[in-house]
């Protein structure tokens, strides 16, 4: 009479499957309440610094937030889900007086909700009206934001522009 023997990776394969199984059966699926995004207007400017020429920026990042409640077995603390606009953000060149272009429109961010938070992007610009990402530079936007912590709402904020410090 044969018997017939299971295989190690069969057995961990198994565990591994009921293990997973249980894992997501006990956290569900992560859920959080839904909230309509409010919209502020942020004044931005600043300077970049750099070759071919400095650039002085000026206008208004459209910021979206968007308050996120966990309501999962895991019981997160209330966050905020922040989108940043700058296509009303421009700059002239400080030698040559050339309009640039800021990118980066749409970028997303996942912050804990607290009641002040400093909120620093990374950004494309480039020489012209329209986004060139073959020239492109790079500039840091840094935004000191307040926010109402029942509903997410920027309440108040400033941003201000400048170079990147790149270590040498």
Avoid: C, H
């Amino acid at each position: 009479m044969k018997m017939r023997r299971l295989s190690v990776s069969s057995v961990v394969l198994s565990f591994l499957v009921v293990v997973l199984s249980g894992l997501v059966w006990w956290a569900g699926t992560p859920a959080r309440a839904a909230f309509a995004p409010t919209v502020a207007l942020i004044p931005v400017s600043g300077m970049v610094s750099g070759q071919p020429e400095s650039v002085k920026f000026s206008g208004k990042a459209q910021v979206s937030s968007e308050l996120v409640l966990d309501t999962s077995k895991f019981n997160l603390p209330p966050a905020v889900i922040l989108v940043f606009d700058l296509s009303n953000v421009s700059g002239i060149g400080s030698s040559t007086g050339s309009k640039y272009v800021a990118g980066g429109n749409g970028t997303n961010v996942y912050r804990q909700l607290v009641s002040n938070d400093t909120v620093e992007i990374t950004f494309p610009f480039s020489r012209g009206t329209t986004m060139s990402m073959s020239s492109a530079r790079s500039g840091i936007l840094s935004f000191a934001l307040s926010f109402d912590m029942n509903t997410g709402a920027i309440t108040t904020g400033a941003a201000n522009i400048a170079g990147p410090a790149f270590p040498f």
